[in-house]
């Protein structure tokens, strides 16, 4: 089995890739991998190991270069994706370009490859803002951001593939992910890795939009499930279960290295800021067996315990 992983050197898609090799996935044990990353700011050959797999560098807008590393593939697992929030207000065309024409320019290639299922990696923000309750699959997508916004698009062009062409697309929408090997210009390594410097944390607004946090290990079992047995043109959501406002993470993180209060500095919230996210998982649960298996406390305090002890990963990319 010849397995694809596009954005395979950033966090999530490097967790999948190093999970993989090491025969974490039933249904994947002993498969050829193949990833393709373009190499952006968020994606680094650190966070892969050095042998088992082979790498291709470029471009998933290329159709050329998509092509070639398309072919042979049984099974792609398209994670590549610009996805920090506030890079997508101060500049929107990136975003709508590798999001949208990039997950276009994989879809066809995967059909002209006869690809026999691709799983299209997507998020929560798609749904917009919640008050209560849980958002189920069939909910309509109101995204308020322009990344979310590209990740609807995307979405729906993988959904079109499917019910047009027949290929047999999934989707999958997750909560907030964490773990080790995240760009720290997300929150928790963000503010872990300011903490550790001695600098303030800068916590938007009121500090009480709410999110779900999951583990990046339950994130990729759970992708890694609909990969072996999700059904063709279907959507499912995958959550952590651990829903916290912004200011209840906050404490956390700074009684995890043992700050105080003063460490917070409060800043304008961000624009179209989404008050809360909760997905509903029943689906990806009854049907496939998913559950979180790594607590939050568990995996917050692992999470801390790695930074602290890879100032080598994380200090190169912060000072660029």
């Known amino acids: 089995m010849r397995v694809l992983v596009t954005g395979g050197a950033g966090f999530i898609g490097s967790h999948f890739v190093r999970t993989l090799l090491a025969g974490g996935y039933a249904g994947f044990v002993g498969a050829e991998v193949v990833v393709l990353d373009l190499l952006t700011y968020a994606g680094t050959m650190t966070n892969l190991p050095d042998s088992g797999f082979e790498f291709v560098h470029g471009d998933i807008r290329d159709p050329a270069v998509v092509a070639a590393t398309m072919a042979g593939a049984d099974v792609v697992v398209h994670f590549a994706a610009e996805s920090h929030v506030d890079r997508s207000i101060s500049g929107a065309a990136d975003f709508v ?42 909910h309509p997508l109101e995204p308020n951001s322009p ?56 916590l938007y607004g009121d500090g009480l939009n709410v999110r779900d946090w999951l583990h990046v290990d339950d994130h990729c079992h759970g992708i890694a499930l609909v990969a072996q047995k999700g059904r063709d043109g279907e959507i499912y959501n995958i959550g952590g279960g651990t829903e916290l406002t912004n200011v209840d993470l906050t404490h956390r993180l700074l009684a995890a290295v043992g700050a105080g209060e003063d460490m917070i500095e409060r800043v304008p919230d961000r624009l179209g800021h989404d008050r809360r996210y909760s997905v509903d998982w029943t689906k990806i649960a009854d049907e496939l ?14 999470t801390v315990r790695w930074y602290a002890e890879n100032r080598a990963w994380w200090e190169p990319l912060k000072s660029r």
């Open 289 to 302: 067996g998913y559950a979180p298996r790594t607590s939050f406390d568990d995996g917050l305090a692992a």
């Open 97 to 138: 370009s590798t999001n949208v024409v990039g997950t276009q320019v994989l879809l066809q290639a995967a059909l002209e490859a006869r690809v026999g299922r691709f799983v299209h990696v997507s998020t929560d923000e798609v749904y917009g803002s919640i008050e209560s309750g849980s958002w189920p699959e069939t």
């Open 147 to 202: 990344y979310s916004a590209s990740k609807a698009g995307s979405d729906l062009l993988a959904r079109s593939y499917h019910r047009t062409f027949g290929l047999p697309v999934c989707i999958t929408r997750c909560s907030n992910n964490y773990g080790p090997h995240q760009f720290p210009e997300k929150v928790i390594p963000l503010f872990v890795t300011n903490l550790l410097d001695g600098r303030k944390v800068p």
